[in-house]
């Protein structure tokens, strides 16, 4: 089911016509409201008048999350206060936390978008969505819980944590959907082992992941051991929450982006300018209808790739392609890149290993040392000390031969890299720490 | 003649072997012969215990990776050159000792060794065709 398909199959020239419009109505409304952009579009010598065609978005300025930074709390807001009906807020794990603020139209279209998103999974109202995304601050539980509500499905919000009883509601009450991060699902897989459930006789048919990168591999364990369709939603706070992009149950081949509230740009991390088509690189969000907190030209630090070519289940909106890692997140190893999605990919691919894993990098001297910690699950175990060190050579060999790096391993005993309920930490870079 | 030896995947850290042995003793299992088998970054305890299932359950439940080893319980005679014609005789056979260790029965003349073969069928065939005792798993965990 397609759930506004007025707009999700819009011909491409109809689009671009509303998302220009959209588009100076935006510039409009920055410039007149948010000083901020004032006088980001007085430095650059431009006006709204400059926007007459969607090519014209590159006259305009980048916004980065530091802009966010600096104008915390509520320096961004395009609408007085008292027109903004919720806030979310970042962590701030990485530095002061982003703050958005939403009107009342703006729930409404999330809501919407969400709804679509549901709709993409072949989610409709008969069935019944448990949302363990955290409620609170984090965008993913409210975005999820408004979006079920407005497809008119049954939504039990039921948020992060207490794992046992997750799995003991899941089966009483029969969950059709899941909502959570890929990782916490395979450890819900884990903990109902534990607990003698067989995921597999649950009536769950559809799970909705996303929060942190995961790997074609994860999604091939996740739907094998959960006998679930497992898809990738894409969303961040400051853009709206979930629900900007997700992919659709009949394809499973990239995710719709909602074209309509926002225009994706591809652009060079490093220089800023705009990717070939079709070639790897950040992603740029503008919003179009946002009204507490538009945002123009949002560098997500994200990277993926874009295609335009229709999919097969009708929808004609952009296809991003899972997000690969993070331009921030990115390692770089004795001068290699080195994503952690590659590593797990790598791991999930050599007999009998657990997902779950941790990436460790120090320096010894002027050398990166990478030492990854791998659980050593229940069939990669041997009593012999020699298979074990094979094993470990194994990884190696695969990490030096796809990677180029070398890799220190080091296994470890099940269950001891801590697991977390929302995104999973996989880095710790103590690079920096003796200097 | 076959044996079953508990295999535990350790890391090197502190408290982990005691952390094995609490859980053992609570659970009210004896030990009665084991090795531990490390490198700088885990080891591996291999356990005979009075009670494998009882061990395997209280182990697994507690987040242990465990395993479960087929040995051999081989009783040798306790003077010089006991063990050399035991191997003597697996070595003119082909067959791979993987890893072994031994002890000593209390009050008695003989050593225990448990080996872990690569072959194990051949290898109890052979150490039976040239009278070598050896001890049944019930008695084993008796001992």
């Known amino acids: 089911m397609i759930f506004d398909i007025d707009k999700e199959t819009m011909p491409r020239e109809e689009l671009e016509a509303l998302q220009l419009k959209r588009l100076k109505q935006l510039c409009e409304r920055v410039y007149a409201n948010v000083p901020f952009y004032t006088k980001k579009f007085k430095e650059l010598g431009i006006t709204p008048d400059d926007i007459n065609s969607l090519s014209d978005l590159q006259k305009l300025p980048f916004t980065e999350k530091q802009d966010l930074r600096n104008h915390y709390p509520f320096g961004l807001f395009a609408v007085s206060r008292e027109n903004i009906v919720r806030i979310h807020s970042s962590s701030g794990t990485t530095g002061k936390a982003t703050v958005v603020g939403y009107t009342k139209r703006d729930i409404a279209n999330w809501a919407g978008l969400m709804a679509r998103a549901f709709a993409m999974a072949g989610a409709t109202p008969e069935d019944i969505i448990h949302n363990a995304y955290g409620y609170g601050l984090f965008t993913g539980g409210l975005g999820v819980h408004y979006g079920a509500e407005a497809l008119g499905a049954t939504i039990i919000p039921i948020s992060g944590g207490g794992t046992r009883r997750q799995i003991m509601l899941l089966k009483d009450f029969g969950a059709t959907a899941i909502c959570c991060t890929p990782s916490y699902a395979l450890y819900l897989y884990e903990t109902g082992k534990e607990m003698g459930i067989d995921f597999r006789e649950l009536p769950l048919k559809v799970g909705i992941f996303g929060a942190e990168p995961w790997t074609e591999s994860m999604r091939r364990e996740i739907e094998d051991k959960l006998n679930i369709k497992a898809l990738d939603i894409y969303g961040l706070s400051e853009i709206m929450g979930p629900g900007v992009a997700m992919e659709c149950a009949e394809a499973q081949d990239g995710l719709h982006i909602m074209e309509d509230h926002f225009i994706p740009e591809i652009i060079n991390p490093d220089t800023g300018e705009l990717a070939k088509p079709g070639e790897v690189g950040e992603l740029v969000v503008t919003t179009l209808t946002k009204e507490g907190i538009p945002l123009i030209r949002y560098r997500t630090r994200d990277l993926t790739k874009i295609t335009y070519t229709p999919c097969r289940c009708g929808r004609t909106l952009a296809r991003m392609q899972r997000v690969k890692g993070r331009s921030d997140d990115m390692l770089i190893i004795r001068g290699v890149n080195v994503f952690p999605s590659q590593i797990e990919s790598i791991l999930i691919e050599t007999e009998g290993l657990s997902p779950h894993y941790l990436l460790e990098i120090h320096r010894d001297g002027n050398l990166d040392i990478l030492t990854i910690k791998v659980e050593v699950a229940g069939t990669a175990f041997s009593d012999e000390i020699k298979n074990l060190q094979s094993l470990e050579r194994k990884i190696q060999r695969n990490i030096k031969e796809f990677l180029g790096v070398t890799a220190r391993i080091k296994l470890v005993e099940p269950n001891s890299i801590e697991r977390s309920t929302g995104k999973a930490k996989r880095i710790v870079d103590l690079r920096n720490e003796n200097q | ?143």
């Open chain 2, 1 to 143: 003649m076959k044996c079953d030896q508990l295999s535990i995947f350790l890391e090197n850290r502190a408290g982990r072997l005691a952390e094995v042995t609490r859980l053992l003793s609570e659970a009210k299992v004896n030990i009665r012969a084991l090795s531990l088998a490390d490198t700088s970054d885990f080891g591996i305890l291999r356990l005979i215990v009075s009670d494998f299932d009882k061990a395997q359950k209280t182990l697994k439940d507690a987040g242990f990776t465990v395993g479960k080893t087929t040995v051999v319980a081989v009783v040798v005679d306790d003077h010089p050159g006991g063990l050399h014609s035991l191997l003597e005789m697996l070595r003119n056979a082909s067959i791979n000792v993987e890893y072994m260790y031994a002890f000593v029965q209390q009050s008695g003349n003989n050593a225990v060794i448990i080996f872990r073969f690569d072959r194990t069928d051949q290898a109890i065939e052979l150490l039976a065709e040239n009278n070598i005792q050896m001890i049944p798993s019930e008695e084993l965990s008796k001992l």
